[in-house]
Structures are given as structure tokens and as C-alpha cells.
């Protein structure tokens, strides 16, 4: 479990299978909102007097040939679902961790795949869980698709991006891809060299993105899923040179891929922390990167842990050919995601509100280049929550808050 959600004074865990989950929604358990765990990488999967519902315990798994889907339970971990999967010769575009459950499917799902196969989240075609309320459902994306009944297509659309706040989802089916070879280009660099890696990256093909983090060290992660003979990776040369560590590596799939952050992990000795995360969205931003990697790096070296980071992977591509009225996940023309962690020690009240205040300072400072926000970890225990919401939402907002109170009638899950 996350260590922060481990901390949590919480009222203990609950592992219903889904004649009992409906039972459980339909009565007060004392506490809300009740917090879910499927893969446990996030802080609010346990929370202070709440109750969590873990739903490992829903792990089936179906292929089914015919149409190249997958239907599974949520208690699955990404890496599982790729090992299972791995045994047809299929996959899935996955994030940079396989640690993650289902959440991250649902809350959007992006990774180094996603210019090139789309976000996770559209690849879902059909949902099964329980409303807030405790109503069982089954969705499936042609019925919705339809509006027969009406009112199917605003719900589809919800769970796609905002489902943590409606309902409890315990199985999926998604549409899956083949399984390619992936190429790996890593390096580190000074923070004068980010603006022009942003500008190179965004000239790419969708076969290729950029990830980076920047720590104690910047390292930058480049993949390509494109044929093998030849690469844009190559474009990196005058900034990375040709040393071996720097050079292309070619992987199987994605769960063969080292682990991003691994090259800078190098450079710090790691040490107990508990953090938050926050992440943004927002559109090309090379042609003014100059002046916001002057203020990201004046915010990084008055960072109040040496943990606190901030981290960026590329987006465009095939996740700006959904349009943005076809799920929660609006903000369809972003280009960039980075994410800012908030890092502390262990017990240390202060220092937690410290980071806390600087993840909010570097969080403003994005928000005219990237003004949106992904919920990938929810923050409905922070002040920022609302502010979050607006900026993830948008003009959609307000329909989600009309499905809140007609799904989640009594606000067992998460406050929109």
C-alpha cells in the first residue's frame, strides 16, 4: 500500500465480493466517503476514520479471441494484466509503473504509449460495478453509444475519467494491441537543455515520446514503438552525445522496460518519504519553455525535501483524436502532463506542510502553460480539491455534480 495511505488511522478494509458491495452501499458505514484499493499506489486509498474497500479480491481475467478484448476484474495490477496477456502476444498501453491498478484506467490511463495507441481509458468498452447508491450496473459501450435508454451515454461518459466519484467498479473490458518492441533512449541533463529536448519532442512522430524527471539530477526517458531500423530517438545525439549508457536499447514490451526515474534514483540514496502528488495538463509549451524552466528551477532549489520533484511525460497524438465530449478526460489537446511530488519524512508535520505549499506554488506556476489538471490521485482531503476539480472538469462539471447527486444520492464516495 501507499506508505501514506498505510499511515492512515483508517476504520479498517473491506473486501466484499459484489452481492455484498451492493448491501454495503446501501447503509451508512459511519464514516465517508469510502476509499477504494485495487493496485494501492495511491495516498487515498486508505484514509483518517474512513473506511477502505479493497478489491483485490476481483482478479478473473477472460480473453476473448474473437474480438482481441479483455475482461477482467479490478483487483488486478497493470503488470499482472500485461503477464496475462503477454500469453496471446497482446498488450496494453500502460503508464510508467505496472503497479497500478484499475484506477488507473479509470481516471485516464496515460503513458509512453499514448501518442501512439491513445489513453486507457479509451480503450474501455464495457463497465460493471455498483453505483454510490449501491445499484449494480453493467455498461457496455455500443448500448451507451446508442442512448437506449436515455441517460446512458452522460453516465458512460462519467465513469470514463470520473469514476471514483460515482460508483465502484469491480470488472472492465478493453479493446488490446499487439505486442512491439519498444526503444529506450535514457540520459541526464542540466536544466538549460530541457528547452530545447521539449522542442524536439514535440516535432516527433506519434510513435515516439519524452518523459523526464528532475531531482537531484534531471534524467530524461525516451521511447519509440516505431520500426526498429530507424528512430527519432536518434535526434537526441547533440544533447545526450554517444556514450553507452546514453545509447538505443530496444525492450520486448513495456513490462520488460527498466524503471523510469531509475538513472536519477542512481545519483540519491533512498530514504524513507511519504508524499502527494498533483498533476497538470496543458498544450505545447516549447516555444516558451526558456522562461518556465527558469522558474521550475528556482523553485527546485529552494524545494523543502531533497525528494520533492517535478516530472513531465509527452501526450498529443492519438489521445487528440477522442473528441473531448466523449469522456471525463476533456482536456484533449494537451501535449504535456507533468506532475509535481510533494515529499517529506515520516512524522514530520511541518515539513508536510511545507512541501505541501511548495507543490502548490509550482502547481500556480504551471497553470498558464498547463491550465488543466489529472486527477490521478484525488485530493478531496487538501484545500485544493475544489480548485482541482474545476480545472480537471471544466464546463463538464457541472452535469458530473447533477449524476453525483442522482448515483451517489447519500455521498458514500468522494465529494465532487
Known amino acids: 500500500m501507499n506508505p501514506l495511505a498505510g499511515d492512515a488511522p483508517s476504520l479498517g478494509c473491506l473486501t466484499p465480493g459484489s452481492a455484498l458491495l451492493q448491501q454495503l452501499l446501501q447503509q451508512s458505514l459511519g464514516a465517508t466517503p469510502l476509499l477504494i484499493r485495487s493496485g494501492g499506489t495511491t495516498s487515498r486509498c486508505a484514509g483518517h476514520g474512513c473506511w477502505t474497500l479493497d478489491l483485490r479480491r476481483h482478479r478473473h481475467h477472460r480473453y ?8 477482467f476484474g479490478a483487483g488486478l495490477t497493470m503488470a499482472e494484466l ?9 498488450s496494453l498501453p500502460i503508464g510508467l509503473s505496472g503497479r497500478p491498478g ?66 465502484v467498479v469491480t470488472g472492465l473490458r478493453l479493446r488490446t494491441q499487439p505486442v512491439q518492441p519498444l526503444q529506450l533512449r535514457r540520459g541526464l541533463v542540466i536544466p ?40 527519432s530517438l536518434q535526434e537526441l545525439d547533440p544533447i545526450l552525445g554517444s556514450a553507452p549508457g546514453t545509447a538505443v536499447h530496444i525492450w520486448r514490451d513495456q513490462l520488460d522496460l527498466p524503471a523510469f526515474g531509475s538513472l536519477a534514483a542512481e545519483q540519491a ?14 498544450p505545447a509549451i ?17 524545494r523543502p525535501h531533497r525528494s520533492c520533484s517535478i516530472s513531465a511525460q509527452q501526450l498529443g497524438g492519438a489521445t487528440m483524436r477522442i473528441t473531448p465530449d466523449s469522456t471525463s478526460f476533456v482536456h484533449r489537446d494537451a501535449i504535456w502532463k507533468p506532475w509535481i511530488t510533494a515529499a517529506w519524512a515520516p512524522g514530520d508535520q511541518a515539513g508536510r506542510e511545507r512541501s505541501l505549499a511548495w507543490m502548490q506554488q509550482v502547481s500556480d506556476d504551471f497553470r498558464l ?11 478531496d482531503h487538501l484545500p485544493s480539491h475544489q480548485q482541482e476539480l474545476i480545472d480537471a472538469y471544466g464546463d463538464w462539471l457541472p452535469k458530473l455534480r447533477a449524476l453525483k447527486s442522482e448515483l451517489d444520492p447519500r455521498g458514500q464516495l468522494p465529494p465532487l
Open 286 to 302: 516549447g516555444h516558451n519553455a526558456e522562461s518556465l524552466m527558469g522558474r521550475l528551477e528556482d523553485h527546485m532549489q529552494h
Open 82 to 90: 500485461l503477464q496475462r496477456l503477454r500469453a496471446v502476444g497482446r
Open 192 to 231: 538549460s537543455q530541457l528547452p530545447e529536448l521539449l522542442r524536439i519532442a514535440e516535432q516527433w512522430p506519434d510513435t515516439c515520446s519524452l518523459q523526464w524527471t528532475w531531482g537531484e539530477v534531471i534524467e530524461i526517458y525516451a521511447v519509440d514503438c516505431g520500426a526498429t531500423s530507424s528512430s
Open 269 to 282: 540514496p533512498a530514504e524513507p518519504m511519504r508524499c502527494e502528488v498533483l498533476g497538470r495538463l496543458g
Open 64 to 71: 476473448l479471441q474473437d474480438s482481441r478484448q479483455i475482461e
Open 102 to 167: 484499475s484506477g488507473f484506467i479509470l481516471t485516464g490511463g496515460m503513458g509512453p504509449l499514448s501518442r501512439s495507441q491513445g489513453l486507457a481509458v479509451d480503450h474501455i468498452t464495457a463497465i460493471e460495478g455498483c453505483w454510490g447508491s449501491g445499484e449494480p450496473f453493467v455498461l457496455d459501450l455500443a448500448q451507451c453509444q446508442s442512448s437506449d435508454p436515455p441517460g446512458m451515454g452522460d453516465r458512460w461518459r462519467a465513469l470514463l475519467g470520473a469514476a471514483p466519484f460515482l460508483a
Open 369 to 379: 502553460s498547463c491550465p488543466g489538471v489529472h486527477l490521478a490521485q484525488l485530493h
